[in-house]
Every structure is written in structure tokens, then in C-alpha cells.
């Protein structure tokens, strides 16, 4: 069956590149349908392809009665950055790039996916972006944990705005910033965590209960 769907080699080898592409974005199966010149039901076949062997998975929505409108489509990660940046053809990653920020987020995201995971606990991770662009990058479990994640070595009262935002619409145990600034320190209700003791926490078991 597998073999069937992915007999136009040409068609599922520019599919892999469009989807480096789409890695840690919302996938929007219209506009990779026409960058590979098939139709939208066969993109659909060709990331659960990538989710059946373990290639990738898919990041959803967090939509749990919401005041404001909600983006709905899932977010699709590689398994693994190297992926992506193979079929990209990126040598090397400048710190302070758009593609080091998105490769730290992708980072963040594949260590709570693990901890979820090896832990036994098993939680649900999503993430929230609403209509008018407010967003945050995970939300663990039943939105008992809210993480931004930021690449910037210098967190500011401006990136705090989807987690306050995302605290406005529900209760929430814990809001977190991760990022590359040194210091740990908090900003009202919201912990501003270096990312190294972030995964400290997180692995110790005190992030999610």
C-alpha cells in the first residue's frame, strides 16, 4: 500500500523537500500540493507516510474552549533537524539566524517529546495560535504548562506576550520562557528559564507532575 502511494518518485522526493521546508510550521496541505504538482489528499498520504515510519510527526493545535479563534492545523516536525537541513542543503547554522531559531525551538520540542515519553507520563504536548497571530510554542498536558521558546540570548518584557496572552484564556500551574539569556530569573508569574536548566528540570521531573 505504501509502495503504491509513492510510486511518483519525483512527486514524493520534492514532497521531502517542501516538507524541510514546512518543519516546525503550520502545514498547509493546498500550498504543498501545489509545490509538488499533486493534489491535497496525496500530501496528506505522503506526511502520514513520514508519521508511520517514524520520519516525523505532527505537532496539533490546542483548541480546548477558546475565547479567541484558533488555528486549527497541525504543526509537522522531522524527527530529527539533520533531516531537515539535509534536504535543505544547510551547512552550518549562524547563531542569531532565523534557522538557529527554529532549529533551538525544534531542539526544545524533540526533549519534552522524549521526557513525555521515557518518563511513562505520557502527557499531551500542543501548541496555541490564535487568528490574530498570538501563539505560544508548547502547551504540555491539559494546559498545566505554557513554553515559549526563544533563541535570543536577551529576553525582553516583548517576548512574554503569547504566554500572557495564552494565561489570559486559561489556568495555568506553570508559564515558562526558554531561551539562550544565562540567567534564571522571573517576570511576574512567568519563569524565565535558561535552556540547560530548563531540561534539568524537566528530566528531574519538575516541570509536569
Known amino acids: 500500500m505504501m509502495e503504491a502511494k509513492i510510486r511518483n518518485i519525483a512527486s514524493f522526493s520534492r514532497f521531502l523537500e517542501v516538507a524541510a521546508f514546512s ?18 489528499p496525496t500530501i496528506r498520504e505522503y506526511f502520514q507516510i513520514l508519521v508511520d515510519t517514524l520520519t516525523g510527526r505532527f505537532l496539533p493545535s490546542f483548541q480546548k474552549k477558546p475565547k479567541r479563534r484558533v488555528i486549527l492545523s497541525p504543526k509537522f516536525y522531522y524527527f530529527d533537524i539533520g533531516i531537515a537541513n539535509y534536504f535543505l542543503k544547510r551547512k552550518s547554522i549562524e547563531q542569531g539566524s532565523e534557522a538557529f531559531g527554529k532549529a533551538f525551538e525544534h531542539f526544545i520540542y524533540h526533549e519534552i517529546y522524549c521526557h513525555s515519553s521515557y518518563s511513562g507520563k505520557n502527557y499531551p504536548i500542543s501548541y496555541w495560535r490564535t487568528a490574530s497571530q498570538l501563539e505560544i510554542d508548547f502547551v504540555l498536558g491539559d494546559h498545566e504548562v505554557a513554553i515559549e521558546v526563544k533563541a535570543t540570548k536577551q529576553v525582553n518584557h516583548r517576548h512574554l506576550k503569547g504566554l500572557k496572552s495564552f494565561e489570559e484564556e486559561y489556568k495555568v500551574k506553570k508559564l515558562i520562557l526558554v531561551s539562550n539569556d544565562p540567567y534564571q530569573r522571573q517576570i511576574g508569574g512567568i519563569m524565565l528559564l535558561p535552556w540547560k536548566t530548563f531540561l534539568d528540570k524537566l528530566w528531574e521531573g519538575k516541570i509536569i507532575v
Open 23 to 40: 518543519n516546525g510550521e503550520i502545514v498547509n496541505y493546498t500550498n504543498i500540493a501545489s509545490e509538488c504538482g499533486v493534489s491535497a
